[in-house]
């Protein structure tokens, strides 16, 4: 099946610096991902969907200044968390559709922690 | 607004010992419906995607249905390695992000 890949697969930083996570569907063009975070014994949550040569979509509550979103080409999509703050600490997981094998394949996820 | 709610929570069964999970689900129209894998500290693997009412899939020991309403994924006689947490999600849209339940924990002991 497809492949999405993510990288890095974890980080640590300190308050008030930025991150910067990628995602890349290996195999398959995507003109749209999405982005998505999780927290411990919780569902994904939508945070964005990225649109190639166009700008985000964010959902209700997520900030766009915070999470920056580029997607830079058909198979690279990135988010960065700007000023990262404790809070920010989670699982974010990206999403791509092969719309030739017509479902969505998942990235292995990053696991952010902010100290 | 789309909803989807998967029972039970969380499930232990006996090696050997065949379950279903459930997934009921709202939508203003269902494009497809859709079956992850996720292990603990990865990302979701697909399973399987149901299309209309009727549809079922198999991969193994499991099994997707679906009806208008719910989707059911039936295990059978498990083991331990398919022990995870199995989400399921609806999708309205081509092209449009999924909406998740919150999954259902399951383990079986050996």
């Given at each position: 099946?497809?492949?999405v ?28 991902m999405f ?59 990206c999403s791509a ?7 969505q394949y998942f ?9 | ?110």
């Open positions: 099946g497809a492949v890949s993510q990288h890095p697969s974890w980080v640590i930083c300190k308050s008030g610096t930025s991150v910067k996570i990628e995602c890349r569907s290996l195999d398959f063009q995507a003109t749209t982005w998505y975070r999780q927290f411990p014994k919780q569902s994904l949550m939508l945070m964005a969907t990225s649109n190639e040569g166009s700008k985000a979509t964010y959902e209700q509550g997520v900030e766009k200044d915070k999470f920056l979103i580029n997607h830079a080409s058909l198979t690279l999509s990135t988010l960065t968390v700007t000023s990262a703050h404790p809070e920010d600490s989670s699982f974010y997981i559709p092969d719309q030739g094998l017509d479902t990235g292995p996820g990053t696991r952010l922690t902010v100290l | 607004e789309d909803q989807v709610t998967q029972s039970p929570e969380a499930l232990r069964l006996q090696e050997g010992e065949s379950s279903s999970l459930n997934c009921s689900y709202t939508v203003s129209g269902l494009r497809g419906l859709f079956w992850y894998r996720q292990d603990p500290g990865k990302g979701p693997e697909f399973l399987f995607t149901l299309y209309s009412a009727g549809e079922e899939k198999e991969k193994e020991r499991l099994k997707a249905t679906l009806t208008k309403k719910e989707s059911f994924l039936h295990i059978t006689a498990p083991k331990p390695e398919d022990s995870a947490t199995y989400l399921c999600a609806v999708q309205a849209q081509g092209n449009t992000p999924l909406v998740f339940g919150k999954g259902t924990r399951l383990s079986v002991i050996a």
